[in-house]
């Protein structure tokens, strides 16, 4: 019998006084599951990303503040501790108690919700994220962005010619409509806000996250080595498995079509 393949919509509300969109996917959407898997994406993306996984698991994956379609306000609390309030804000909208998490690049910052939260996650799967541990230097365009007029002057010359050479195309060609100002100035927020001993701070609770994880991982990132896969297996307190992909980059679904696989295995209630 053919798998049912969920359908992927598309939401929109008020979260504070500012719009927040997210995707979404149930087999049953009458009765979504009571433990959903929860996809948080990173820098400079939005939920287009997790399409294929949403279709595979089912879900929710929400439009960070200052990303996609979700508010952009100037005065945005785009930091690592916002993100992780907006986390919280975001289940709580959703009326989700538990979650089955999935995290790439600054998505990392559903781990910080969920070293306060662990016995809200059921499973966790951790894909090239930025590291909240010891020992990580930001790579050279992170350094740019931190950098007063540098990172300014670095955002307006951005191009979709130069985005599509920092990324999958296909994926670029989806951010670029939405990469706009309110976009790039949440980036330069984030990344100022967030200098190498604050994310090492930030991780200082991962050995409260003793539910079963997954470490995936491309071995060919330019942003994060990938040392810091088998460091985030240390630093997590339960069960990990680690997976190293040595033909893949950052985005490494992009690169081979069985991470959606993988990811969805693992994730499987």
């Not at 008020?14 to 433990?35: E, I, S």
């Not at 559903?110 to 230097?137: F, K, S, T």
């Not at 962005?145 to 670029?172: D, I, K």
């Not at 297996?233 to 893949?248: F, K, R, S």
């Amino acid at each position: 019998m053919a798998r049912r393949v969920p359908a992927v919509t598309e939401h929109t509300a008020t979260l504070g006084d500012q719009p927040v969109f997210w995707r979404a996917a149930a087999d049953d959407p009458a009765n979504p599951p009571d433990v959903p898997v929860l996809y948080l994406h990173g820098v400079p993306t939005a939920s287009d990303q997790w399409v294929r996984f949403l279709a595979r698991t089912g879900g929710l994956a929400p439009d960070l503040p200052g990303f996609g379609c979700s508010g952009k306000r100037g005065d945005g609390d785009f930091t690592i501790e916002g993100y992780a309030r907006f986390v919280d804000d975001f289940l709580a909208l959703t009326d989700v108690d538990r979650v089955r998490l999935v995290v790439h690049d600054w998505g990392a910052v559903g781990l910080v919700w969920a070293q306060r939260n662990p016995e809200r996650v059921e499973r966790l799967a951790i894909l090239d994220a930025v590291p909240l541990l010891p020992g990580y230097r930001w790579h050279r365009i992170a350094r740019a962005w931190r950098t007063r007029a540098v990172g300014e002057t670095l955002m307006g010359a951005t191009t979709r010619f130069a985005l599509r050479r920092t990324m999958p195309p296909a994926l670029a060609d989806t951010i670029w409509p939405y990469f706009d100002q309110g976009t790039q100035r949440a980036i330069l927020r984030l990344y100022r806000t967030s200098p190498e001993e604050r994310l090492a701070a930030a991780g200082a609770g991962l050995g409260r996250l003793t539910c079963p994880a997954l470490v995936l991982w491309g071995d060919q990132d330019p942003y994060v080595p990938a040392r810091f896969a088998d460091a985030y297996a240390a630093a997590l307190g339960g069960p990990t498995e680690v997976e190293h992909l040595p033909d893949a980059g950052h985005w490494s679904w992009y690169d081979r079509s069985d991470v959606v696989a993988r990811v969805a295995e693992f994730m499987a209630p």
